[in-house]
């Protein structure tokens, strides 16, 4: 997050927030269960988000930006190397094929700013799962022969050979994401990639609650933040071996750090 608003505001404005006490924005408090994260604050499924996201990927596809993130539009490219060298890695196990779910996937943000990497595999079929509202948004406006809406993996897999998943900043925000991956695993994917997951420094998980900087939208959101590594060690226990991890674009501070994994099953 930090680095986001350092991306997207005047250097005045940003040196200005700096001296700003850390309370106002990020990560607030340690809560004694998700509900009452979820009491303080305002989810996900606000409408203002969507259409933020929405109205920033047509700027993209009409060539008006070279990516968005997280609603906000970027000039330049500004690419993400482990995601591309995880998903390069993939297509070179698969022939040159790219078939993947990309879990809360917003409206395809990963896949048009990385298009340009596997714009010339013989196959790509990017699938997102995401929101009902997200997924009604995305079949209406922004479809085509590679990227793909559904609103459950199941819906998904009925339709498409996947042998990969794509788990890029989402992890965190899931109620009971060790209950989630039980579930994933249950699919059977070959490789699945974690990115921009965030991670406690201290040994304790923490239930915060994530605050986002208004100068990008107004929300905040019941947040994760989990022990490395017994994230790691149940993903062993359910045969699949990490492959390599890495800092992930967003960084880290004392308290947290971003994250990145590849594992696969054995």
Known sequence: MKSLVKDILPPAIYRHLKRLKPKHYGWIGNYPDWQSA??????????????????????????????????????????????????????????????LIDFGGSLGSSYFQNRLFFSHLKNVSWNVVEQAHFVKRGQEKFS??????????????????????????VLQYIEKPYQLLEEIFAFGFKTIIIDRMPFNTAPADRISVQKVH?????????????????????FLKHNYKLLTEFDAIDGKSDDWQYKGFIFERY
């Open 144 to 169: 085509n022969n590679e990227l793909h809406f559904y609103s459950a993996i199941k819906d998904c897999l009925n339709s498409n050979k996947i042998d990969t998943l794509v788990l890029s900043s």
């Open 214 to 234: 208004p100068a990008i939208y107004k929300a905040s959101y019941p947040c994760h933040l989990l022990n490395v590594e017994y994230f790691k060690d149940f």
């Open 38 to 99: 979820v009491a303080d604050s305002d989810g996900y499924d606000k409408q203002v988000i969507l259409d933020k996201v929405s109205t920033a990927i047509e700027q993209v596809i009409a060539g008006n930006a070279a990516f968005e993130r997280d609603s906000v539009l970027f000039e330049t490219p500004d690419y993400n190397w482990p995601f591309i060298s995880a998903l390069m890695y993939v297509a070179a196990n698969h022939e040159g094929e790219l078939h």
